[in-house]
T-cell receptor, first 112, second 113 residues
């Protein structure tokens, strides 16, 4: 069964303290892996798509990487405005489906 | 780019009533998706459309749920005979093609009394 597991469930960082979020997945074939951030009361906001092992994407203080079994979201020198829930999702290759299978997210708090 | 718009933002109803939500996608996107999210969980896929054709439905979508996209633009999601377990955030997203990013609206929060 296709599955996504994110760790840790929650993470508290001091401003400037870099860290990484993990997304482990099992899927019959990977069409794409997607990272989103979600603020309270809002819908998920797209961050990155990764398609193949070894691929990396960067945006401001965030960098996403992909292996055959997991993805990492590295946060460098975070600021309080980076506080949010970060969601990882995989899109299976089977049946050419568009559906995304999400993990439960990592709640990140960055305090001054 | 005005983003994905959902209406209403909040809906409170009594158990057993019918409810309908509307989603207006980003205009140049031909694919439209519905997800459901409960507290502390990630979104769960419900169904999606390419233009007006409904291409896939999740097993989560019981016969009390129906979704339409009659003219290939906006979409509606109707829940008949609502139950307590239907309380959730209903999210709509749109996108250009299969493996491209899905852009989400801010959802409709449904509360069943």
């Amino acid at each position: 069964e296709d599955q996504v597991t994110q760790s840790p469930e929650a993470l508290r960082l001091q401003e400037g303290e870099s860290s990484s979020l993990n997304c482990s997945y099992t899927v019959s074939g990977l069409r794409g892996l997607f990272w989103h951030r979600q603020d309270p009361g809002k819908g998920p906001e797209f961050l990155f798509t990764l398609y193949s092992a070894g691929e990396e994407k960067e945006k401001e203080r965030l960098k996403a990487t992909l292996t055959k079994k997991e993805s990492f979201l590295h946060i460098t020198a975070p600021k309080p405005e980076d506080s949010a829930t970060y969601l990882c999702a995989v899109q299976p290759r089977e049946y050419n489906t568009d559906k995304l299978i999400f993990g439960t997210g990592t709640r990140l708090q960055v305090f001054p | 780019d005005t983003g994905v718009s959902q209406d209403p933002r909040h809906k409170i109803t009594k158990r057993g009533q019918n409810v309908t939500f509307r989603c207006d996608p980003i205009s140049e996107h031909n694919r439209l998706y519905w997800y459901r999210q409960t507290l502390g969980q990630g979104p769960e896929f419900l169904t999606y459309f390419q233009n007006e054709a409904q291409l896939e439905k999740s097993r989560l979508l019981s016969d009390r749920f129906s979704a339409e996209r009659p003219k290939g633009s906006f979409s509606t999601l109707e829940i008949q005979r609502t139950e307590q377990g239907d309380s959730a955030m209903y999210l709509c997203a749109s996108g250009r093609a299969g493996d491209q990013p899905q852009h989400f609206g801010d959802g409709t929060r449904l509360s069943i009394l």
